[in-house]
């Protein structure tokens, strides 16, 4: 829709007059229509010229792609270019001069595409570009595409997108996720509607732009496993409109700016891991669940000082994950999070949680896995909880009796390795997987197999040993 918006068109209309007309439908976030309704386009496509597909309006076919762009044979009739996958193309590479007689090109979508020579033109009319494995170290020079609305260049070899600034002022989105060699971001200043900038595993990048300060619709930020980043500008707290902001696995960053909790939009905070200079495997925060396997033994991350997040007031994600926080670090009242909902401490140094966790009571998910120190937890958790995970808390000497009430919901429970746990509560009949390895107190565990046929049958998995 934003590539429609960008050409003049009023996609909220037109959509909804297709569907009206069942020609498409929308499900699960995707447009859908029916087989012979694409045949027909495509055979509408194929009787622009028959004989030679550099004369069609879009390309989609292997062959079609491959003998426009190894023929030459381009021109400016070609709006659209799509290639999901390519084939292994041998000794084959296509010419890059063929891009210069496609100047009416609007829409590019190519999959690790080879090229004879470095590319030295792409249309400016461009509103989509997908290059899945660009191969050059830069865009070319001549590239001024002010109908740009979504730049996705992820697993390429980009060291740097242009130099200079470069007016771009309908771009909405830049992906450059797991483009190793990229060393810096461009300078932002003419890049006012800038709404999602994904530089995860750019694991090259040193610098970020001061100017991204200036980017006032920014909603996602995912600096995700970026290893040799170790400053961040202070320019990022007035980032006003950010919702997501990611830097997990950021081992080198020495510090966060003291004023972050600033962008009071925030709503999912990631900094697992951050500091730390053998991080184990993360918990992906989309799928938070206490059974997602980690690392038996974790490195101690290294201690990080953790600025204010006071300003984060509609959190609903926060990730504190292998930070190296001990108890005087943590953060003691959480009742400033009154939305939260995931709250993940794993890995830390700290040896009691605090008290007001039993105050964030729309939290669905905690976990602390991994935390060697810690001898006990809140005597009342939230009620509201539904994954508890608390595996390798060697030291944990609570018992749960007295922590979970029968009003718990509990779906999932994860405790593996808590050798030391000295007894559990009646087990809620909503439990769907129980995972109970290493204990050495079982007589004071309660069986669920010794339960009614009802409580039985809603465990999906149980690991008891």
């Not at 590019?108 to 050059?136: A, C, Q, T, V």
């Not at 105050?359 to 810690?374: G, H, M, V």
């Not at 390798?392 to 009430?405: A, F, M, Y």
Request: aromatic content about 8%.
């Amino acid at each position: 829709m934003k590539v429609l918006e960008s050409g003049g068109l009023c996609p909220d209309i037109g959509i909804r007059e297709l569907i009206d007309k069942s020609l498409i439908t929308i499900s699960d976030n995707r447009v859908w229509m029916h087989d012979f309704l694409e045949e027909m386009g495509q055979e509408i496509v194929h009787r622009e010229c028959r004989e030679e597909p550099g004369r069609r309006s879009r390309l989609w076919l292997y062959k079609d792609v491959c003998h426009v762009l190894m023929n030459d044979t381009g021109t400016n009739l070609i709006e659209g270019v799509v290639l999901d996958y390519m084939f292994d193309q041998g000794d084959r590479y296509m010419s890059s001069k063929a891009f210069l007689k496609i100047k009416a090109l609007r829409l590019l979508i190519l999959r690790n595409l080879n090229l004879s020579k470095d590319i030295e033109y792409l249309s400016n009319e461009l509103r989509y570009l997908e290059w899945r494995g660009y191969p050059f170290k830069s865009l070319p020079q001549t590239f001024q595409p002010d109908q740009l609305v979504e730049l996705h260049l992820s697993y390429s070899r980009i060291e740097q997108l242009w130099k200079g600034v470069r007016a771009l002022k309908l771009l909405k989105i830049i992906d450059l996720s797991y483009s190793k060699n990229l060393i810096k971001t461009p300078d932002f200043r003419e890049i006012p509607y800038l709404e999602e900038l994904i530089l995860e595993c750019c694991t090259g990048l040193l610098e970020v732009h001061h100017s991204i300060g200036l980017l006032e619709r920014l909603v996602l930020l995912n600096m995700k496993n970026c290893k040799s980043l170790t400053a961040l500008p202070s320019s990022l707290c007035n980032l006003k409109s950010l919702k997501v902001f990611i830097l997990s696995g950021c081992s080198n960053l020495e510090e966060i700016p003291d004023n972050i909790g600033d962008m009071t939009s925030v709503d999912v905070f990631e900094i697992a891991g951050i500091g730390s200079t053998s991080l184990p495997l993360a918990q992906p925060w989309g799928c938070l669940c206490p059974w997602w396997p980690m690392p038996k033994k974790p490195t101690p991350a290294v201690s990080f000082e953790l600025p204010s997040l006071r300003g984060f007031c509609i959190l609903r994600r926060l990730n504190l994950g292998y930070c190296g926080l001990t108890d005087a670090m943590i953060p003691y009242d959480l009742s400033c999070f009154p939305f939260l909902q995931h709250l993940n401490l794993s890995g830390n140094d700290f040896a009691s949680m605090p008290e007001s966790i039993s105050q964030l009571s729309k939290l669905l998910a905690l976990s602390f896995s991994n935390c060697k120190r810690i001898r006990s937890f809140p005597n009342n958790l939230p009620s509201s909880l539904k994954h508890l995970s608390m595996e390798g808390c060697s030291c944990l000497e609570t018992s749960l009796t007295t922590s979970i009430s029968r009003n718990f919901k509990l779906e999932n429970l994860h405790f593996v390795d808590c050798k030391k746990l000295q007894s559990l509560c009646d087990l809620s009949s909503t439990v769907l997987q129980l995972s109970a390895e290493c204990l050495t107190t079982q007589e004071s565990i309660p069986n669920p197999f010794e339960a009614s046929t009802s409580r039985t049958s809603s465990f999906a998995v149980i690991k008891w040993v």
